[in-house]
């Protein structure tokens, strides 16, 4: 692609996979496409599809309650998903569907260029870190994979589901507030 805004026209655009025939709308993503930290979920889900916007539903308000507690917002980072339409009744994204969407998700990483990358559960950590993650064991480790490093946290609609696995999500985003701090301070200049 040429520019963000091309990129980004392209994939409102798109026809790669089944998920176009059910969407409202494009899930591009939302924030500071110039920010060093980049947050990635699986996909979105029916509040986002409806308004075009990733983490907007209940799991997007406790997202951003997260974020406040490490004195971020959306204005500090990206947010985006492995895939950029709603998969039905909000089923796990297939391989094929992410592997349609792979090359806008690229792209977008490719333009932002995040130093830090924070996956936003299960699907993501195993699209992004390594095919057999698992979030119960590795959640809160870093990965150093190229020039970039990446973490997976729960999912905020797990933590919904789930309340016990808050604690140790606290931690996890201690973690990532240090590391931000530490490798790209600008964020929380700005």
Not at 40 to 69: C, S, T, Y
Not at 106 to 123: E, H, N, S, T
Not at 166 to 172: I, K, L, M, S
Request: charged letters at 30%.
């Amino acid at each position: 692609m040429a520019d963000w805004t091309s990129l980004q026209q392209d994939c409102l655009h798109c026809q790669k996979c089944a998920l176009h025939e059910t969407r409202h709308n494009v899930v591009f993503g939302v924030g500071n496409p110039a920010s060093p930290v980049l947050l990635i979920g699986e996909g979105p889900g029916e509040q986002e599809d409806l308004k075009g916007e990733p983490f907007v539903g209940p799991a997007g308000r406790l997202l951003d309650d997260m974020l406040e507690l490490i004195d971020l917002d959306r204005t500090k980072l990206y947010i985006t998903n492995m895939v950029k339409c709603r998969p039905p009744r909000n089923r796990d994204p297939q391989n094929q569907e992410q592997e349609a969407c792979r090359p806008y998700l690229d792209a977008q990483m490719q333009f932002i260029d995040p130093k830090i990358v924070i996956c936003l559960g299960r699907i993501a950590a195993m699209g992004l870190i390594k095919p057999d993650f698992r979030i119960t064991r590795e959640h809160g480790q870093w990965f150093d994979i190229g020039t970039r490093r990446y973490m997976a946290i729960y999912h905020p609609s797990a933590l919904l589901r789930d309340v016990t696995k808050r604690p140790e999500t606290f931690v996890d985003l201690r973690e990532i507030r240090a590391e931000i701090r530490r490798i790209c301070p600008e964020v929380y200049d700005a």
